[in-house]
């Protein structure tokens, strides 16, 4: 089909997209894992860019709708209202891709799980999205938690347990 396809480089500014670039990569070396070689290239560079992303200063930080040069035409549809769900997004699928904890532990700290939820979007509240990852973040980390109860062999199977009250502690 031909019909133009414009592309729009972002600046530093666009965390909502690096968060989302994170988890994709970090998805698709869980998806190629059995060609070992291609998953470590992936993870690596899902924790290159995660580093760069949450290294900024939070005045660096942003969403791509806010930067003038990017995203073009798709802001009028896909604005985005915040970044914070999606870098937490991505550490959790980090954690899933590396098994390196200290990820589980960004995507579940108190104050950034609190400031993602006060960022949320009222409309669509609780619903996954383009704009909106809480929910999934809030959701995701409980197969962490079962698969570890499971090789424990816990007596009690509580799917919540261990993760912090904040998560499941909402009202819409």
Not at 103 to 125: H, K, M, N, P, W
Request: glycine share 6%; charged share 20%.
């Amino acid at each position: 089909m031909m019909y133009p396809r414009p592309v729009s480089t972002c600046d530093a500014r666009a965390s909502d997209l690096a968060g989302e670039i994170v988890a994709a990569l970090s998805a698709s070396s869980l998806v190629f894992r059995e060609d070992t070689n291609y998953s470590g290239e992936l993870a690596k560079a899902a924790e290159k860019l995660f580093q760069q992303v949450t290294k900024l200063d939070p005045i660096e930080q942003g969403t791509y709708s806010s930067v003038d040069s990017c995203g073009g035409e798709a802001r009028k549809f896909y604005n985005s209202s915040s970044y914070t769900d999606e870098l937490i997004w991505a550490g959790t699928w980090l954690f899933f891709a590396t098994g390196n904890t200290s990820y589980l532990s960004y995507a579940t700290d108190a104050v950034r799980f609190q400031l993602a939820q006060s960022e949320e979007a009222s409309i669509g509240r609780g619903i996954f999205n383009w704009n909106n990852k809480f929910s999934a973040t809030a959701v995701t980390p409980i197969n962490v938690l079962f698969e570890f109860q499971i090789k424990c062999k816990r007596s009690k199977t509580d799917l919540t347990y261990g993760l912090p009250h904040y998560i499941f502690h909402r009202y819409y």
